[in-house]
């Protein structure tokens, strides 16, 4: 590997030392240090017990499970749309009874 022009004039000779031997030293270190302390495949594998495993399989929903709580969320918006309906019947309700209570009165007041 070759130090680039760039870095060796801001290095200076010292820095770069003698063909970059000391500064290729410090990244194949680096890069070594960085290597290790990476997980592999075995490591996570080693990690895993089988007790973890069916732990997280008793946590994991069922299709049936999903099926209950999609059959209680539809119920839910039915109940939800009948009350919304029921209000809006009874506003309906109390603003025909309002104006005809005021057509009433007009009548009786103006029209005689």
């Known amino acids: 590997?070759?130090?680039?022009?760039?870095?060796?004039?801001?290095?200076?000779?010292?820095?770069?030392?003698a063909g970059g031997d000391a500064l290729l030293a410090v990244f194949s270190e680096v890069s070594l240090n960085t290597r290790n302390d990476l997980a592999?495949?075995?490591?996570?594998?080693?990690?895993?017990?089988?007790?973890?495993?069916?732990a997280v399989r008793q946590e994991m929903a069922t299709k049936d499970d999903l099926d209950k709580l999609r059959f209680e969320l539809k119920s839910e918006i039915e109940k939800s749309k009948v009350d919304s309906i029921k209000w809006m019947l009874?506003?309906?309700a109390s603003q025909i009874g309002i104006l005809v209570a005021a057509m009433g009165v007009m009548f009786k007041f103006f029209i005689k």
């Open 1 to 17: 590997m070759t130090i680039p022009r760039v870095l060796r004039e801001r290095l200076g000779d010292d820095g770069v030392d």
């Open 90 to 92: 009874a506003f309906w």
């Open 40 to 54: 592999t495949k075995s490591d996570i594998k080693d990690m895993a017990t089988k007790d973890d495993i069916k």
